[in-house]
């Protein structure tokens, strides 16, 4: 049986449906995204991530909005503009990086204690497809929460009407700074 | 309906197991790992992975061994050895690096026609934790599957008697060389 | 002798201005960066390069310009504007990579036949120090040159009056797209 | 005057021996590595870099040798064995990333305090051509020096009798980790 349904199957039983899987077989779950498991230390988070969003000013120029904050994990939407386009008239890279940079930055931001600032390390994005569609969501989350370093993942769907396909995967380092003592 | 939902439903439909899941439930599916939905283009692909991966002298010399062979999905083990690690006792990130990318490379080598060869073209690794454990298990999918670049993920897990770890993952691209007409 | 001395060597005899350079000196060199040995297929790449600028729309949406075109280098400007920030008032590292991008993608392009159109694969990029500056300079140099794919690396420099800063450096690869036979 | 030309002014001016250097000429030197501004903290830093080298037993394992150790700046060669390829016989990615990573690493090291450890964040590499030749020089530099974090990159040059080709470039960010009290 595969993961995937190993998945389904796990998800049910915590919902008290199917509960007697045996335990070698919930033991395949480890590759199962575990944003879900994350404990955020700020009760407060979703308002902290918002604000924080709210004075990234390149996201009201680029028109893009923040959707969902979860404990790492946060999506964060765009509406194709010709004015974000490369030569062939799809969304460039670079703007595709920036929302998915902050997706990524604001799913371990959710997990940061309350004082401190998020800062990008590096990351590293593949494109898979054209970004074309009517609108684009960067869904972040994250993979590794450290003391002061977090590894996160995007991907980048573009929707239009009937279809919605995955154009960008990105994988990025993030840091909590503690604006007292700062790297 | 989404692309993601609509292979979930397929998936659901096609096991006849679980079809009364309620909607609001198949949201938590868009982190499912798709690879299963790739048809390999060569019915052989097993073998010929197999035979390709026998002819990487260094998976000999690590003694890492295959052990999962899947349309788009490749898995491969290797015990710990001293020989092995860095100064402070842990599997060097170069040999984790080793096995991920050749998990990677030979997930997209199951998809690739039969006369092919497989180039890594780029990857990245993060590393999440120390490399510390019994043996050790790269988990590599496809994610993009193109006509001649392929983008593919892998996951490292550290095991020991007890316990599972994520301590590294990669994102690369492969490419597939017509022998004939190489880039 | 190495092919970089040879380099080296070719340079300054085909200068014949600096033939007794001592040796100690050209040591100094082997970090030289080697983008003026490529010949470009195309003659016209500058203008090709320029046209293909204007036609990003999002580089007039950001106000950068394109300075410099070279075979296999290319940079690009781009002014500070408190609308292309994040929360703490500096550049946003895909504003950052929008710009590296393009330099990175041109500078690919210089090289690429008269009907090829390029497109980004991948790229990775570290941010060294916070992106506070009067304006930027993306220097964008190929490093690899082949059939279809190229490998480029970018250099990001934060300006003010008095100073210069390195704050991101980028490694992408980029394709060249026969728009008859595209992958 | 920008602050690249500010060194290169500087470099010149403290040799004393180019003095009427042309500007024209003077524009290659942008591309000039700039390691050797790098203050070692430690004053013994080669010590503890070979030290910390002959823990490292997959260096011994694949043969692997630590032949320049300078501030910001460290190389490692290897001879090419049969037993490191993949299935094309070429040395695998994985190796090449081997040692190029603690060409990074090491060339991070020499900058940190006596007491620090050191450890790889993440890297990533592009591969330019087939590692093929008789043995192999990863040069490791480091671009940017933090107070925990460090950006360092590597090019890989495979060596025949007459030739030298570049065939591979990484970048990665390393941390200086204190025992006391470690990420």
Known sequence: ???????????????????DIPDHFTNCFTRIDM????????PDFKSRVMQSFSEQSVMQTINASLVTVEP?????????????????????????STIMDSACGYAAFTLMPPEA??????????????AAGDH??????VRKSGRSLFVAE???YAMSDE???????????LMAVNPQKPE
């Open 72 to 96: 790492g994990h946060v999506e964060i939407e765009l509406p194709y503009r010709r004015e974000l386009t490369q030569q062939d008239g799809f969304i460039h890279a670079g703007i595709s």
């Open 35 to 42: 944003s879900s498991q994350f404990e955020p230390r700020d």
């Open 163 to 173: 279809t919605e396909k995955l154009v960008a995967t990105m994988a990025g380092t």
């Open 1 to 19: 049986m595969s993961g995937i349904l190993n998945y389904l199957t796990f998800t049910l039983t915590s919902t008290n449906e199917y509960s």
């Open 117 to 130: 600032r998020v800062l990008t390390i590096e990351f590293k994005i593949n494109l898979l497809a054209p």
């Open 136 to 141: 684009f969501r960067a869904i972040g989350k």
């Open 154 to 156: 995007a991907d980048l």
